[in-house]
């Protein structure tokens, strides 16, 4: 089975190791992991580990609905790429590129067959927005761990 691919990018006023900090970090995650005001993100779990686990529970904060995102990881190249495996066996990979002050963020992932292609790269686009504003108003006020 061959799905379409759906590319979503940003560039986020950031240093590279801030940004792969964010996006692997589960304190981070919880943070930012949501498409719009009205979702939330209240765990994360990431083992950054080839055939490792990560898990992000999302959920209405009016309790009308919730589920777990689950993947395994296929792919860790630190402050330069992930990829993994979602559990319906669609696959994702992100990559982390300097760009002048900043960072680049991509994410090509295989879409789903019940939305439409619009309605998923909206809401993904929206969560990695979400991620870089995020990051942005957290990078001056966190010092990166184990930066290179």
């Known amino acids: 089975m061959t799905n379409q691919q759906i590319t979503i ?15 692997t970090t589960p304190g981070d995650i919880t943070q930012w992991n949501f498409a719009s005001d009205d979702w939330c993100c209240p765990s ?9 686990g990560y898990k992000a529970r999302m959920e209405a ?27 319906d066996g669609r696959k994702a990979r992100t990559t982390f590129e300097a760009a002048g002050n900043g960072t680049k963020v991509k994410t090509i992932f295989d879409a789903e067959t019940q939305n439409s292609i619009d309605l998923q790269r909206d809401g993904w686009q929206a969560i990695l927005d979400n991620f870089g504003r995020y990051v942005e108003s957290s990078a001056g006020h966190e010092q990166v761990q184990g930066g290179r």
């Open 61 to 87: 904060k009016d309790g009308s609905f919730g589920f777990d995102f689950e993947a395994v990881y296929e792919e860790v190249e630190p402050y330069k790429a992930i990829a993994f495996a979602m559990s």
């Open 9 to 23: 990018a940003t560039t986020i006023a950031a240093p590279i190791e801030r940004v792969w900090e964010a996006c």
């Open 44 to 52: 994360a779990e990431a083992d950054l580990k080839v055939g490792s």
